[in-house]
């Protein structure tokens, strides 16, 4: 059935040719594999999954062109799919609506990209020596047109052309070093543990989690870029410790920040991350006396900026549970950011969410923040999180012991630092929301005190406003300011559209036709868009109009000539004349063959611009 879908589609049957009944295998296949790869969560991206359901899918859309198949239509063949597996996966019909719009967005996307990269590969195939494309052309084609090699490679095998697949992962392996490079902001994290002076099976202990501030020993200390056994006043340092209270960096949450105090020196820590092989690295600045490896230090973190973290991570939380609930289950988390003062939360979706969507969504959480519900943090088997219902990060790997966080209605996997009941939230505000990808969707939040800024700014701006209107009722004050400027807009436009009309009659009276034209030309301090509202009037009234003005505005001088219906029978073009005219004033221009502009840098040159239009379309019109 699939497979007859896509032959009514492209009007081909199987068994025709072995190039159709390619094409067609390519698309039954592909689009079964789209479908289930969506309804589990996997949207098109540029990496893993991602990037291996692109492929799939822009593969099958390159068939259905070479079917002829000139319009979407993926989302059509996926409706038969559904319908041909919805009995044995009910999750597809459930998540139909939302794997048609990501089939929709995504080859509507390539649709632009395929068009314009066919365009340039038969510009490219037509001035080769059509035998091979050099790898260079075919890395541009991927490198800076976004047009996948191996659509290249599918159309070069059409023509009998060839092209060197191996030099062509050599320019992307060069390319990708070069990426790697200009991203290296590893810093200390680049360090080995051999490097460090220290065993590869030592990992620091997280504390993190039951305490603030604990007793540890320094391990390592980086200093200004080279190991060393201590470090002074004044030195940005990165510290290894034996065990730490300190957050690192993970899963979208920001490190703590705090101090590091011994005997003899103390460090502010502005920054932890944590090495592949488990240790905790303190980066910061020595602000008293001088730290050394193997010192009995005590590890302090923030409070006060931890729990404005834990505000934010609980409520990304919440946020997430009110997401599914207004948009449906089809909402997975496609990345986030928690920090002190905001969160940004990505979530596949294929539109942007309506005012009153965005609205329920934070009333939800806000609601959820107002019941008070403990947050209950429990270790258990991955088996037992998901009987419990807990939300899984797609694509993340986890281990057979899973940390579960519950807060309210929300149940998720989670390894980061929570508050122990949702009412600390405070309250959530809902500051943005955009798209950052195909199927891609961003909300950005404050929580707590920042929220509460939030608040207090647009009281205060409202405030403003009511003064500076002087009146209280601001909504009705500036829905009647708008009703008056509507109203003098308008008045302001008739009165213009008069001011042309009577300009027009006494151009039309005052200019008589002289060889075979009805000639206008001149300068005026008139605004460019009456000039133009002029010359259509004149227009119609004339079908002999040869109109040519030149006006000064903003100290830049613009060239404005309109024809009537007999001159440019005559063989005469606006476009041509202003382009040739314009050179004059340093400027260039065009349009249509009736009607043209340009515009220039020299105001000292447009009579000169104007004379020239003259003598251009007096010459074609003789």
């Given at each position: 059935n699939i497979t007859n879908k896509v032959s009514e589609i492209a009007g081909k049957h199987y068994g025709e040719s072995d190039k159709t009944d390619i094409s067609l295998r390519v698309i039954t296949d592909h689009i079964r594999s789209t479908v289930m790869m969506i309804c589990d969560g996997v949207i098109p991206s540029n990496e893993g999954r991602g990037y291996v359901l692109r492929r799939l899918l822009r593969r099958a859309v390159r068939h259905g062109k070479l079917l002829g198949i000139d319009k979407p239509f993926m989302s059509d063949v996926a409706s038969t799919v559904i319908k041909e597996s919805g009995g044995a996966y009910p999750e597809l019909v459930e998540k139909q609506k939302y794997i048609h719009k990501v089939i929709e967005n995504e080859e509507a996307s390539f649709n632009k990209t395929i068009d314009s990269g066919l365009a340039i590969l038969n510009d490219k195939i037509a001035a080769s020596d059509g035998k091979e494309l050099s790898a260079a052309d075919a890395f541009q084609l991927y490198d800076t047109y976004g047009f996948p090699i191996d659509l290249t490679l599918e159309v070069l095998e059409e023509q009998g052309m060839t092209t060197s697949r191996e030099e062509f992962d050599r320019l992307m392996n060069e390319q990708r070093e070069r990426a790697r490079e200009d991203r290296k902001k590893m810093g200390d994290l680049g360090w080995q543990s051999e490097e460090l002076g220290l065993d590869k099976s030592i990992k620091t202990a997280f504390d993190g989690y039951t305490t603030l501030e604990e007793p540890a020993k320094i391990l390592a200390i980086v200093n200004e870029g080279e190991v060393s056994g201590a470090a002074a006043k004044g030195e940005k340092i990165t510290v290894v410790l034996d065990r730490t209270p300190f957050y690192a960096e993970m899963g979208g949450?920001?490190?703590?920040?705090?101090?590091?105090?011994?005997?003899?020196?103390?460090?502010?820590?502005?920054?932890?991350?944590?090495?592949?092989?488990?240790?905790?690295?303190?980066?910061?600045?020595?602000?008293?006396?001088?730290?050394?490896?193997?010192?009995?230090?005590?590890?302090?973190?923030?409070?006060?900026?931890?729990?404005?973290?834990?505000?934010?991570?609980?409520?990304?939380?919440?946020?997430?549970?009110?997401?599914?609930?207004?948009?449906?289950?089809?909402?997975?988390?496609?990345?986030?950011?928690?920090?002190?003062?905001?969160?940004?939360?990505?979530?596949?979706?294929?539109?942007?969410?309506?005012?009153?969507?965005?609205?329920?969504?934070?009333?939800?959480?806000?609601?959820?923040?107002?019941?008070?519900?403990?947050?209950?943090?429990?270790?258990?088997?991955?088996?037992?999180?998901?009987?419990?219902?807990?939300?899984?990060?797609?694509?993340?790997?986890?281990?057979?012991?899973?940390?579960?966080?519950?807060?309210?209605?929300?149940?998720?996997?989670?390894?980061?630092?929570?508050?122990?009941?949702?009412?600390?939230?405070?309250?959530?505000?809902?500051?943005?929301?955009?798209?950052?990808?195909?199927?891609?969707?961003?909300?950005?939040?404050?929580?707590?005190?920042?929220?509460?800024?939030?608040?207090?700014?647009?009281?205060?701006?409202?405030?403003?406003?009511?003064?500076?209107?002087?009146?209280?009722?601001?909504?009705?004050?500036?829905?009647?300011?708008?009703?008056?400027?509507?109203?003098?807009?308008?008045?302001?436009?008739?009165?213009?559209?008069?001011?042309?009309?009577?300009?027009?009659?006494?151009?039309?009276?005052?200019?008589?036709?002289?060889?075979?034209?009805?000639?206008?030309?001149?300068?005026?301090?008139?605004?460019?868009?009456?000039?133009?509202?002029?010359?259509?009037?004149?227009?119609?009234?004339?079908?002999?109009?040869?109109?040519?003005?030149?006006?000064?505005?903003?100290?830049?001088?613009?060239?404005?000539?309109?024809?009537?219906?007999?001159?440019?029978?005559?063989?005469?073009?606006?476009?041509?004349?202003?382009?040739?005219?314009?050179?004059?004033?340093?400027?260039?221009?065009?349009?249509?063959?009736?009607?043209?502009?340009?515009?220039?840098?020299?105001?000292?040159?447009?009579?000169?611009?104007?004379?020239?239009?003259?003598?251009?379309?007096?010459?074609?019109?003789?």
């Open positions: 949450q920001i490190g703590d920040h705090g101090v590091i105090t011994g005997k003899n020196g103390a460090m502010t820590v502005s920054d932890v991350q944590k090495t592949k092989d488990g240790k905790y690295m303190h980066i910061g600045v020595v602000t008293e006396g001088e730290l050394s490896v193997e010192d009995e230090v005590t590890a302090s973190v923030d409070a006060a900026y931890r729990q404005a973290i834990c505000r934010a991570h609980t409520s990304t939380h919440l946020l997430q549970k009110a997401l599914r609930t207004v948009l449906g289950d089809h909402v997975e988390q496609a990345g986030s950011y928690t920090a002190n003062d905001h969160i940004r939360f990505d979530f596949t979706h294929f539109a942007a969410l309506t005012a009153e969507e965005l609205a329920k969504v934070e009333d939800m959480v806000n609601d959820a923040i107002l019941a008070g519900s403990p947050v209950i943090t429990e270790e258990m088997s991955i088996d037992d999180a998901k009987k419990k219902g807990a939300m899984a990060l797609f694509g993340e790997k986890y281990g057979q012991t899973v940390r579960v966080v519950q807060a309210g209605d929300s149940i998720e996997l989670c390894g980061g630092t929570h508050l122990d009941n949702t009412a600390k939230a405070g309250s959530l505000k809902i500051i943005g929301e955009a798209s950052v990808a195909a199927g891609v969707r961003r909300i950005e939040a404050v929580t707590g005190e920042q929220a509460e800024k939030v608040l207090y700014a647009a009281e205060d701006t409202m405030r403003n406003i009511a003064e500076y209107l002087n009146n209280s009722q601001v909504v009705q004050a500036v829905k009647k300011m708008l009703e008056s400027n509507e109203t003098l807009s308008k008045e302001v436009e008739s009165m213009r559209r008069e001011q042309v009309a009577q300009w027009a009659d006494k151009i039309a009276a005052s200019t008589p036709e002289r060889h075979g034209m009805q000639l206008f030309a001149t300068q005026t301090d008139r605004r460019p868009d009456f000039v133009k509202d002029l010359a259509y009037n004149l227009r119609q009234r004339s079908p002999r109009l040869v109109f040519v003005v030149g006006s000064v505005w903003d100290g830049k001088p613009t060239l404005t000539v309109m024809l009537g219906d007999e001159i440019t029978a005559c063989g005469v073009n606006a476009g041509a004349v202003v382009r040739e005219a314009a050179k004059l004033m340093q400027g260039g221009g065009g349009g249509q063959a009736f009607f043209a502009t340009a515009g220039g840098k020299n105001p000292d040159g447009l009579q000169a611009a104007i004379d020239k239009a003259v003598e251009l379309i007096e010459a074609q019109v003789k």
